[in-house]
């Protein structure tokens, strides 16, 4: 990951954080804060973040960049189980497009 993405994923990933512990939330029963305890980064566009929040529990988000057009920069979602299941069984679909797009090279 280059310096300037990541420079823009630590501001994003504060960003996130306090839009998070807003005690008037949608959905912050809890009333809870967010602290970033952890930026993992994946790939040169991708991350992990680990929030810690205040009833001691973790959120964690993925965090992806866009690289141009009107979305360019960081986004992010917090995966259900579901979506991993989905995102494992993508990773099989994207290799057999590469493996079928290869001989278009030519």
């Known amino acids: ?3 300037e993405i990541a420079k ?3 501001a994003q990933v504060k960003i996130i954080a306090d839009r998070y512990s807003n005690a008037n939330r949608e959905m912050n029963f809890n009333k ?3 602290t970033v305890d952890k930026v ?3 790939s040169d ?3 992990v973040v680990v929030f810690k929040k205040t009833s001691g ?3 964690v988000a993925l965090f992806y960049y866009i690289p141009n057009g009107i979305s360019k920069g960081w986004k ?3 995966p259900t189980d579901s979506h991993i299941t989905g ?3 993508f990773e099989l679909y994207k290799l057999m497009a590469e493996n079928d797009n290869y001989k278009h090279n030519f």
């Open 1 to 3: 990951m280059n310096k």
């Open 8 to 10: 823009e994923l630590n």
């Open 32 to 34: 809870e804060l967010f």
């Open 40 to 42: 993992i980064p994946t």
């Open 45 to 47: 566009h991708t991350a």
């Open 57 to 59: 529990k973790n959120g």
């Open 76 to 78: 992010y979602f917090f």
């Open 87 to 89: 995102m494992r069984a």
